[in-house]
């Protein structure tokens, strides 16, 4: 015999799934995630200032990009 599984997988109407969405995109996320964004945009710009906005590019993918890359250093004054 098979058994009854212990917990059944809730299922929610698509008015409840509407709700959970409202909810979510709410003030109670919207504020802490825009907080959190300019934290790491100011993090990035100091990061930036100071020299470290590069990543180094593996095998031919620095070549493959090299026009993209000096274009910018040229914009940024490097």
Do not use: F, W
């Amino acid at each position: 015999m098979r058994k009854t599984p212990k917990r059944l997988p809730t299922v929610l109407t698509k008015e409840e799934v509407h709700r959970v969405l409202d909810a979510m995109s709410g003030a109670c996320l919207k504020t802490p995630l825009q907080e959190h964004l300019k934290r790491v945009k100011m993090m990035h710009e100091d990061d930036v200032a100071n020299g470290y906005g590069h990543v180094y590019l593996p095998y031919a993918l620095e070549r493959k990009y090299a026009a993209i890359i000096s274009m910018r250093a040229a914009c940024e004054g490097l």
